[in-house]
């Protein structure tokens, strides 16, 4: 049981935080904290897909001049996550204006406090 | 060299993301707006060459993107199946921005009318790119891309409900897109492929052997529930209500006839391609699917009945029509599926006619939304009434129009299943329910104004709102015969689903 | 007689014009409720509003920690029967990635194979994140830009903004001033041989980008948003994005539609392709800060 952890010790603690980030979403009233917890989910799901390519002993896939290493190893997650990485960038960056946008118009960003102005206009 | 006709898909989709990227730079809206409604007519021209092709030749190709083969390089497949939402999805796109094009130049700025039409464009071109896909990655990067045009779509008209709106639907979207990541991750730790066809074969050798099994369920299990929150399937449909009862009258169509059906059709593609149908019933997600399937039916239905809001109500009968949807795919048969598909077809001639007869009837009755205060809006603009009759007829399942075939081919599907029970009575149940919240609506467009109503709406109509509107009654007129087709001459298109389920593979 | 007529007939029509809740019709029973009094008081309906609030926001975060610590033990179950981390014979490591690493320089012309598969092999991917990045700035874009002239700002913030420009002019501050003066040509130096290496070493398009983009903000910060706008003004912003992502969009395109059809082409696009890359990249990162900073590029 302890080797299993120590063995899949990046898993594990991709999970772990994408269990927290999910929290986080879930609870947190402040809407710049949720943006935060998301960051956090997608950052666990990197952490997976990056893990996923590591062999024991390989070096960097960069072929060429320096010679073919014997183990190298897999190009492809990382290739994965470099996309991951940026589409993460843009979905923040596009809340992160949404909220800019509902402050000036609201002047609050806590979600109990949005909800009542929000429905005391709409009244 | 290819057959000509091969290189069709891979145009539409790159005409598509050329005009988004294009639309961003023109200077006026109108310009724009052409632009937009042109690449929708041509993706329409060129989807229908690729459905004569396939379905005449009873075939269905991979076109590689690149000259690396499937598995070292991308790939799209296209069949009759794919060829025929393509062709679906981008005719009611283009009817939609025209029937909506009025309430659209009023309610987006005219600085941020470019953009809006770069988000038309690029929704275009990742529901294209959703049908024809054949790798999950590709799938997955652009279902992002729709989320964000999505939300832009929602977002476009300007005021502070709307921006509450768009972040629910933001914050669940990418609830929906994490999970289908993970998802996607654990299917790659374990079968190493990216790309559906080599998939397929190692999750059918994962099964043979039993190895990994508690993996592949729950990868199973993660994609499905993400792409289901994204589709609003219940209980994940909270964020719709607001969102496309709140937009514009052209983004609601868009987003409640095609946006969901999108992420519906990927999930199809991946049912019958990666994981097969019987694996899906043999882990229970069949079942989980068919549950909240009929529960979305009831749910959806009770939850529209209360609502006064034309727009609103309209949107929580989407969440019910995408529960039978839904229980289409979890009766787990070839029966099940191929009902979907037609109900599919239905729901996105029939909800985008709802939404633009909605719209142009508040138009005219001096932006009015609660149904007491549209008494009577159809005599203002009988196309819109008429167009706003048939679609409500559809909805609830009337003979001759479209929803009535659906109900009868998901009847069907369910005789010979373990849940035929359950199913016919929801079928029953649910139609009850749309009548009644559907017959009242179609009552009081119908019905006499009392006097005071009658002077409010005069005095408060502007004469431009009150105008002869063409495009509206061009779009209304197209999807209400769209509507009859499907609800008369159904048969050559079960014809061509039948075909495309079985190239599907 | 005549009085129980027009009784259910003004039930109908009442019914049907909505002014009578239509779940009185229904086939089964919903909560027993009375006819409605006309409309609480304001003081009540906010009590209510304000109990369900606090019952929702209370009982709430217990569900979630819930829900949260269910997903986690699945996952869980879900990483344990996973292949166990850093084995050479895992099923990732299959012909797909021994392929990749044998052929990327013959086939694709570059050492690193990470930049191969992402620009070649599986560019339709890259394509469509940079579109994303395109539609992220687009939106941001629709949401935040001032419009010149538009009664959305509200006079204080511009003071405020007037002056905070007005002091950068005075004094500009001098410990960042000189610190730009030494990095930012560091900085920019440092992103092109990125942009240009991204082929032999680890680099390419997006790190490259980003470096510049940050060059630039640097730039902005130290010297102030004229001084950049001198060389950078917004329609060159614009230009520089859409050219560069039509750039891409169009030379991937045209090697799709070659290589599908088997037709043969001359030149390799890769570099072209992360060039193009690295400027829409660079674009979007600075146009972010201008954007969430000040509303304008």
Known sequence: MLDLIVTNRFAITAVVLFGIGLLNVMVQKNLIKKVVGFNIMDSAVFLLLASLGYVDGGTAPIVGDVGFHPLYINPIPSGLVLTGIVVSVSITAFALALIQRVYRRYGTIELDELLERAKKEAD | ?505 | MNKTEKNWKSQFVSWVNGEREPKDRTLFVMERRHIAPPRPTPEEQDRRERHRLYRFLHGYPLAALIICAVLVCVLLTAVAAMPDFGDPDNPTNNEVAEHYLEYSYEETGAANVVTGMILSYRGFDTLGESCVLFLAVSCVTLLLRREPGCDEEDPDELRRRRQEDELRRRNPDVILTQAAKLLIPCIFLFAVYVLLHGEESPGGGFSGGTILGCGLILCSSAYGPENVRRFFNSRIFSAVRTFGLLLYAGLYGFYIFMGANGLEYGASFTMAIDLAVGLVVACTVYGFFALFSRGEI
């Open chain 2, 1 to 505: 060299m290819r057959p000509f006709a091969e290189n069709f898909p891979f145009f539409c989709i790159f005409l598509a993301l050329t005009a988004g990227i294009v639309s961003a730079v023109l200077p006026s809206g109108r310009a724009a707006w052409r632009l937009t409604l042109g690449v929708c007519a041509a993706s329409f021209l060129l989807s229908m060459g690729v459905l004569a092709y396939t379905y005449g030749g009873q075939l269905s190709f991979t076109y590689t993107m690149g000259r690396f083969p499937a598995p070292y390089g991308n790939a799209l497949q296209a069949g009759p199946w794919q060829a025929l939402m393509a062709v679906v999805f981008s005719g009611v796109m283009g009817l939609s921005l025209l029937g909506g094009a009025r309430d659209l130049f009023r309610d987006v700025k005219p600085s941020r009318q470019p953009l809006y039409f770069t988000m038309a464009d690029m929704t275009l071109a990742s529901l294209l790119a959703l049908t024809y896909t054949t790798d999950v990655f590709t799938g997955y990067v652009f279902i992002e891309i729709s989320t964000i045009a999505a939300c832009a779509l929602v977002m476009a008209k300007d005021s502070g409900p709307n921006l509450i709106a768009t972040l629910r639907y933001l914050f669940m979207s990418l609830l929906g897109s994490g999970m289908f990541l993970l998802g996607l991750v654990f299917l790659n730790s374990i079968t190493g492929h990216l790309l559906m066809t080599p998939l397929s074969g190692a999750v059918a050798a994962l099964c043979a052997s039993g190895g990994y099994h508690t993996t592949l369920v729950i990868a199973m299990g993660l994609m499905t529930v993400g792409l289901g929150v994204k589709s609003a399937m219940f209980p994940f449909h909270m964020w719709l209500p607001d969102a496309h009862g709140g937009a514009t009258t052209a983004s609601s169509a868009i987003l409640s006839g095609l946006v969901l059906k999108g992420y519906i059709a990927l999930m199809i593609v991946l049912m019958v391609r990666v994981f097969s149908l019987e694996l899906t019933m043999e882990v229970g997600i069949s079942n989980i699917l068919l549950l909240f399937g009929l529960l979305g039916m009831v749910m959806g239905s009770l939850s529209a009945m209360r609502e006064h809001h034309v727009k609103r109500m309209l949107a929580y009968s989407s969440v019910a029509q995408i529960g039978y949807i839904f229980m289409g795919l979890g009766l787990g048969t070839t029966a099940g599926l191929k009902a979907s598909c037609f109900h599919i077809l239905v729901h996105a001639c029939c909800k985008p006619l709802l939404f633009l007869c909605a719209g142009r009837l508040s138009t005219v009755s001096a932006h009015h939304h609660s149904l007491r205060n549209l008494r009577g809006s159809g005599y203002r603009d009988v196309v819109a009434g008429v167009g706003f009759t048939v679609g409500a007829l559809s909805m609830i399942g009337i003979p001759l129009f479209g929803g009535f075939v659906s109900k009868l081919y998901f009847a069907t599907a369910s005789l010979y299943t373990g849940q035929m029970a359950a199913v016919l009575v929801v079928i029953a149940l649910s139609t009850l329910l749309n009548a009644l919240y559907y017959v009242p609506a179609v009552l009081s467009i119908w019905g006499i104004a009392p006097d005071e109503l009658k002077e409010d709406v005069r005095l408060h109509t502007a004469p431009e709102d009150r105008a002869f509107d063409g495009r509206f009654t061009l779009a209304a007129a197209a999807l209400v015969l769209g509507v009859l087709a499907l609800g008369t001459l159904y048969h050559p298109v079960m014809d061509v689903l039948d075909a495309g389920l079985n190239l599907l593979k």
